[in-house]
């Protein structure tokens, strides 16, 4: 076993030990909202949103896209499971804004292995075969922060299967500082009605 199982079997184990009562926590969230947010490692939506185990749906993806799977989990938050507000928070400094469309299709063409990056751009070893699938995908990366939120609002909100009395809120996590940005044009266009 790799040493990272090994750690996060022993972390489960200490988790388990003070699991408590947490077994008898409801399905549907407790607070009743849901967040879209980037997998980036760095963001704790426990921390930064103050949600406790049982309050909130989290959906992560890269760049905390509304992806049509991100809409897909919303729907279901709501619909099945009861949130009433949602949250789209990206963040600063994120991965998505390093490569394009055209740089991941080209970086997946020369091989299967992982990729360096440094001040010229992304690198790929070319080594082992590769493959063309990765042209065909829209890695859905980002340009902007703030236009992307309003964006990925808007298509949520737009959404025929996505209730119009649902507000979406957007907001931007600032790497540096822990802080939450509103994106007022983002919030403006996923406003309830």
């Not at 737009?158 to 983002?186: F, H, R």
């Amino acid at each position: 076993m790799s040493n990272i199982v090994n750690e996060v079997m022993t972390a489960n184990e200490a988790y388990v030990a003070g699991f408590g009562n947490k077994g008898d926590l409801p399905m549907p969230p407790g607070r009743h909202f849901a967040v879209l947010t980037c997998m980036d490692a760095r963001l704790d939506p426990a921390q930064y949103a103050g949600i406790a185990e049982g309050d909130a749906h989290v959906i992560r993806n890269a760049g905390g896209r509304a992806s049509d799977d991100a809409i897909r989990s919303l729907v279901i938050s709501y619909k099945l499971l009861g949130t009433r507000e949602w949250f789209v928070i990206h963040h600063t400094d994120c991965g998505m804004q390093t490569f394009n469309n055209e740089i991941m299709g080209d970086l997946l063409s020369g091989s299967l292995k992982a990729a360096t990056v440094d001040d010229s751009g992304w690198h790929d070893c070319n080594e082992g075969g590769g493959t063309t699938d990765g042209k065909f995908v829209e890695w859905l990366t980002i340009d902007d922060q703030a236009k992307s939120v309003l964006a990925d609002v808007e298509r949520i909100r737009n959404n025929s299967m996505v209730p119009k009395d649902i507000p979406i809120y957007g907001y931007i996590y600032d790497c540096k500082t822990g802080k939450l940005i509103e994106v007022p044009a983002a919030t403006a266009a996923g406003a309830a009605s």
